[in-house]
């Protein structure tokens, strides 16, 4: 549809006429190909990820107008195509410079290297089986070309794993059954034997109960003195109590008033109605997420969340420094790992390393929790990571296609440091640089940070898969 939309309202014969460079055509198609390629990427959600949210017509015009000066200068100086200046053009400036993800960057950028370059010319070139370059002279018969298209087009046209489809689909289906729930009405619904009021009531009974006490502060003082004040990573710790707390007491207050205002004891507000709506579905309410930092949808699996953040900061108050830490029961994983390059920093002192010469170091390793008893020497371990999109091979330790239907596979442990960027030296073997992200479920603006995964093929297969490293998983 993208394609046929560009065929039609953009491109016109005066356009197809323009240039007289023989690879003009080819040029063209392949730009609007990967245009649309780049529009449709949006409804595979998380997988495809938001390249394409600003890039409209104009984005197309631009880079058409680029390409056409570039052919018509080669041309007018007899020199061959610069597919290398072309591809910066288009790919690097007039599309990615707009784009804040990185992920959505390199996404542009591995189209662009497969299909801006001297590769298209080739009579065996195609995009995917059964997608060609047409070799036609006139508008209409592209146009004709292009109506032989399938109408539904395969994740696998994308880059995507096949199962890309699937995911689609189930949220497509979610958000219609969503949007179904909320035009119930509010009033008179009975659910078994039980009312409306009495289905909250007792989800609102469960939350209270798996609900963490706050920590005292006065622990908290003994606790940080114990460990020292002002190390970073103390500094971190400190704060993750004091947001955890703040939510903690705010969320416990909130499903007070619900409560109250079920029973007839206050007014129900329109605030108190709308989180009465949320915890009758078992969502989460954006309040919630917002002061918890855990993005996830389904109250339940948020409740258990919650626990384990308490659990994690309250073991590493009274036992100390952690052996392994979890990335996701962190509110802010960035502070703490900024505050992990800072202590490794501080063990440069000697040598004068500044914080803004480090860069963020990480390797995946071949060990479980269990099996690991030592922090390490500098850096962290850092637990329950997850890929979605690719498998991991244990074993040899490198990406895998995914076997299974589920879109997520366990990591083994990941050392993270920091490492002075005058130290750092070309890897021997191929590593896709992965974006790591909260969950899949946010938005996928937030990197914490990318975790080299090593491949024994091309990053670009992983980069157009959307393959990430999650640190809370919903599956």
């Known amino acids: ?3 046929m939309a560009s065929y039609t309202g953009l491109v016109t014969q005066e ?16 730009l609007c190909f990967m245009h649309a390629t780049l529009k449709e990427r949006r409804r595979f959600g998380a997988a495809g990820s938001g390249a394409a949210l600003g890039m409209g017509a104009s984005d197309l015009a631009a880079c058409i107008g680029t390409v056409q000066r570039q052919l018509i200068d080669a041309e007018s100086k007899r020199q061959p195509v610069d597919w290398e200046g072309m591809h910066f053009m288009v790919c690097d400036v007039l599309l990615a410079g707009c784009m804040p993800d990185e992920a959505d960057k390199q996404v542009v950028r591995a189209y662009g290297e497969a299909w801006l370059s001297a590769a298209i010319l080739e009579q065996s070139f195609h995009f995917y089986e059964g997608y060609r370059i047409p070799q036609a002279l006139e508008l209409e018969q592209h146009r004709q070309e292009i109506e032989t298209l ?10 995507l794993p096949p199962r890309a489809d699937a995911a689609f689909r189930t949220n497509r289906t979610q958000s219609v059954l969503s949007a179904m729930l909320k035009m119930q009405p509010n009033q008179s619904i009975v659910n078994g034997w039980q009312s409306r009021a009495e289905v ?3 989800i609102a009974a469960q939350l209270l109960h798996a609900l963490p006490s706050r920590f005292k502060q006065d622990h908290v003082q003994d606790s940080l003195h114990r460990l020292g004040p002002t190390k970073p990573l103390s500094v971190s710790l400190l704060h993750e109590v004091s947001k955890l707390n703040t939510a903690i007491y705010f969320i416990d207050a909130a499903i007070e008033q619900v409560r109250a205002a079920l029973n007839g ?6 605030v108190l109605m709308e989180l009465a709506e949320d915890l009758y579905h078992a969502r989460v309410p954006a309040t919630w997420i917002e002061l918890s930092g855990l993005e996830l949808t389904r109250i339940g699996i948020w409740s258990e969340t919650l626990q384990r953040c308490w659990k994690q900061l309250d073991a590493w108050l009274e036992y100390g420094r952690p052996t392994t830490f979890w990335l996701g029961g962190f509110s802010n994983p960035r ?28 390797e995946v390793l071949k060990v479980e929790e269990s099996e690991v008893f030592n922090p390490p020497d500098t850096g962290v371990h850092i637990r329950g990571l997850s890929i979605e999109g690719a498998g991991w091979d244990k074993e040899r330790c490198h990406l895998i296609d995914c076997e299974h239907a589920s879109s997520a596979s366990l990591l083994p442990i990941v050392w993270v440091a920091a490492s002075h960027r005058e130290g750092q030296t070309a890897e021997a073997s191929m590593k896709y640089l992965a974006p790591c992200y909260k969950s899949s479920s946010g938005l996928r ?17 992983w980069i157009l898969r959307g393959v990430a490293v999650l640190t809370l998983c919903e599956a």
């Open 200 to 202: 909250v009531l007792a």
């Open 265 to 270: 004891e206050i007014p129900m507000s329109p």
């Open 445 to 461: 603006l937030n990197n914490i940070l990318s975790i080299d995964l090593s491949t024994e093929e091309q990053p670009s297969k």
């Open 15 to 30: 356009i197809l006429d323009s240039v007289s460079h023989p690879h003009w055509r080819s040029v063209l198609y392949s």
């Open 1 to 3: 549809a993208g394609l």
């Open 150 to 159: 399938p109408l539904d087009d395969s994740p696998v046209v994308f880059g």
């Open 335 to 362: 502070g703490f790992l900024a505050a992990n390059a800072q202590e490794v920093c501080r063990l440069h002192a000697r040598d004068k390393w500044a914080l803004d010469d480090l860069v963020t170091k990480t």
